[in-house]
């Protein structure tokens, strides 16, 4: 269902505090909280007495402390109090999820914590950097986090979902590049001598025609990086109003995914009236992309069994992830298996 060797985004540095907050990744509970000294922490979000909700506890120094019958447990999830006895079960300890804090972002792993990198967490510096303006959202998308991910994919869904903001019809009568690195696919479109879309036009108050871009990179399975923008008609590209959507994708289960949305630009940087008028535009969006994705996961668990998309030359970069995606999901799930068999070979 999932791949679990890499990082996802848990939550916003912001959100993560001494009160313990729950987050669900990949049906996975976690509890995060930080520890005095403000080092974030995840342990899984169960006690190893009767499996009553860690974050419904409270945090004690550097631990966290059941809210049932007070089995508290230090940063590196093992048990260091039982009040009702002075001896601690050697089974008494819980998970302990690494962790890497970067430009906002806590991201979590979720796999066999001795494959965890941190050079492995994407780059997403534009989120902090100055020279940057950014407007942040986080929203639960009731559908699977595949949808999303052929979503941002295919961006022809902006000439009929997002008219008021960013689509025109030009979109879809544009093709589109692939290329994949390894396990990064790259989705580019030139729209050369277009009209710039009114998210363009009402923030910067311009006209006229300009070449317009989108390159979506699917670090798969985690993160989109929209590299957008517009730029004078065939000039090159870093001359441009530029934008840096960045949307960490992170699966809760089967049904549902957390959506955590950041988008930076180079232009009107302190012009703070643009920045809340983008913070509603881009609410709309989002809101528009959930409606259309919970509607289509209702479609998709209605669908007759057997019965798959139809996909034109638009997916090409959804063909590709979604056959990244399922090779990294089998290469997980064949490495668990080869213990057990041969275990079950020498017997």
């Not at 792993?109 to 950097?129: Q, R, S, Y």
Request: proline share 6%; hydrophobic share 40%; net charge negative.
């Amino acid at each position: 269902m999932y791949v679990l060797n890499t990082w996802y985004v848990a939550a916003w540095s912001t959100e993560v505090t001494r009160k313990p907050e729950r987050r669900v990744i990949c049906e996975q509970p976690l509890v995060l909280f930080r520890t005095q000294d403000g080092t974030p922490v995840a342990l899984a979000d169960r006690c190893a007495h009767r499996a009553f909700p860690l974050s419904a506890g409270r945090t004690v120094g550097d631990s966290i402390e059941c809210g049932y019958h007070g089995f508290t447990y230090g940063s590196d999830g093992m048990c260091t109090k039982v009040p009702a006895q002075t001896t601690i079960p050697e089974r008494a300890k819980v998970r302990k999820y690494p962790l890497v804090e970067k430009d906002g972002w806590i991201w979590a792993w979720m796999g066999d914590p001795e494959l965890a990198d941190p050079a492995d967490v994407p780059d997403t510096h534009w989120m902090t950097d100055p020279e940057w303006a950014t407007v942040t959202h986080s929203v639960h998308f009731a559908c699977r986090a595949d949808l999303i991910h052929d979503n941002l994919l295919d961006l022809t869904h902006e000439s009929f979902l997002h008219q008021s903001t960013v689509g025109d019809d030009y979109i879809y009568e544009h093709g589109i590049t692939v290329e994949v690195e390894g396990s990064v696919v790259s989705v580019d479109r030139l729209m050369p001598s277009v009209p710039a879309p009114p998210l363009y036009a009402d923030t910067m108050g311009i006209s006229g025609n300009y070449d317009r871009f989108h390159c979506t990179e699917f670090f798969v399975p985690n993160l989109h990086v929209l590299h957008s923008g517009i730029t004078g008609e065939g000039r090159p590209r870093a001359e441009g109003y530029l934008i840096k959507v960045l949307n960490g994708i992170t699966p809760i289960d089967a049904n549902n995914a957390w959506y955590y949305y950041a988008f930076s630009r180079n232009f009107a940087v302190d012009d703070a009236q643009a920045t809340a008028d983008l913070e509603v535009g881009l609410a709309t969006v989002l809101r528009e992309d959930a409606e259309a994705l919970e509607a289509q996961e209702i479609g998709m668990q209605e669908r007759p069994a057997g019965e798959f998309d139809v996909l034109i030359a638009q997916d090409g970069g959804v063909a590709k992830a979604r056959r990244i995606l399922a090779n990294l999901i089998k290469r997980e799930q064949a490495a668990a298996q080869k213990p057990a068999a041969v275990a079950g070979t020498r017997a």
